[in-house]
């Protein structure tokens, strides 16, 4: 029997794709389910972790809001993106991972019954989230186009009212890639600021993007600075997924609560990893790399768009993965997933759960798979799916 919390809480389904692909065992499966990445972690941080591992401080449960050095480090990080300056006493904290950052910020900022608008469709993880501290999604729709996907700004603003908490942003989205821009933050300045909201900005792929343009972050508007809350996480850009390390960072009249809510949820994080998150955030050669693991991405990405041409598949602006519509295949996204996973060996997610048009996708992920490995893909949909 569930507790009522979980009631509307369906799970995320890449968990049990992973699963049936490890469980086969077979070589020839493309795992372009899951958000691993064989790109590995910049050299410093695995050279700096492996020190840790002999130092005596790193093995401890303090201190409880994150080593000094990295909240040094996050807030000089932050600050590069928003043009602010942030106390990295009041104003961070570290948490264990990106996901446990927004739980503990969503449990700081919004009261049960509340609503906290975000896009559509989306990771199914930040939608449960929402609602497992209480909270009701508003979604807001992200429309597939030629050129990808887009977000009305004004539709956006409009979604904003008197019962919303918080508005919870993305960019690039997962799954989707769509990106947000300045126009977006121009419309929700009002409603922000008229209703109290808070803006909470997951940062985990902001530097993930196909168009070589720099962050377009919240924080730097000037009408939303001190109502933006962000989220990072060393997983995505950095690749260091195992390490288990993410900050937030934002005003310190809610940051006590966010910390407060840290030490009743997870009480600390991983103590050898958070040097090397450091260093890694700090090291001058930071943006080459993750320039350069983002034209890995973005290069597989054109092989499986290549290889997919005349499939319904949305083109990302950034990110890991893209989606297939196969509901005008006249598939459901698990009937297509089932098909390709047991005639062509290629693991891949369907979307229900992930908003309310998630129910028409497929995703594919293109962070695990070198591109000499997608050169058959259209051969093996055409098996699965003709």
Request: aromatic content about 6%.
């Amino acid at each position: 029997m569930r507790v009522s919390r979980l009631q509307h809480i369906p799970g995320i389904g890449v968990d049990r794709v992973g699963d049936a692909a490890d469980a086969a065992g077979d070589p020839r499966f493309l795992r372009l389910e899951n958000l691993d990445t064989d790109v590995p972690p910049p050299a410093i941080a695995r050279e700096v972790t492996h020190a840790a591992v002999e130092r005596d401080d790193a093995n401890s449960y303090l201190p409880f809001q994150g080593h000094r050095e990295l909240r040094e480090a996050v807030a000089a990080h932050v600050g590069a993106a928003t043009g602010r300056r942030y106390d990295p006493e009041t104003e961070c904290v570290s948490v264990a991972g990106g996901l446990n950052g927004v739980l503990n910020v969503l449990l700081a900022t919004v009261e049960p019954g509340r609503e906290v608008v975000i896009c559509d469709p989306v990771y199914a993880g930040l939608v449960n989230r929402i609602r497992l501290a209480g909270g009701i999604p508003r979604h807001v729709r992200c429309v597939p186009g030629p050129l990808g996907w887009a977000t009305d700004p004004d539709e956006l603003a409009a979604a904003i009212g008197p019962w919303t908490a918080a508005v919870l942003l993305m960019s690039p989205v997962m799954p989707t890639g769509a990106v947000l821009a300045a126009e977006h933050f121009d419309a929700i300045a009002g409603p922000v600021n008229r209703h109290g909201v808070w803006v909470i900005y997951d940062a985990a792929m902001e530097r993930i993007r196909f168009d070589g343009l720099p962050v377009a972050h919240p924080g730097a508007h000037p009408d939303l600075a001190s109502r933006t809350i962000t989220v990072g996480s060393a997983s995505k850009e950095l690749r260091m997924i195992g390490w288990r390390v993410g900050w937030v960072a934002g005003p310190a009249s809610i940051m006590g609560d966010v910390h407060l809510v840290g030490l009743t949820n997870v009480v600390c994080q991983v103590g050898i990893a958070q040097q090397a998150v450091a260093a890694a955030l700090r090291d001058p050669a930071a943006a080459e790399d993750i320039a350069a693991a983002t034209r890995v991405w973005r290069q597989r990405c054109e092989v499986i768009l290549a290889q997919l041409a005349g499939y319904p598949c949305i083109r990302p602006a950034g990110g890991w993965s893209l989606l297939i519509d196969t509901a005008s295949m006249g598939l459901t996204p698990e009937e297509a997933s089932r098909r390709l996973f047991s005639r062509s060996q290629v693991a891949a997610t369907p979307m229900s759960g992930w908003g309310p048009s998630g129910g028409s996708y497929l995703r594919l992920v293109f962070s695990n798979e070198p591109a000499e490995r997608l050169t058959d893909l259209r051969a093996r949909f055409d098996a699965a799916l003709r």
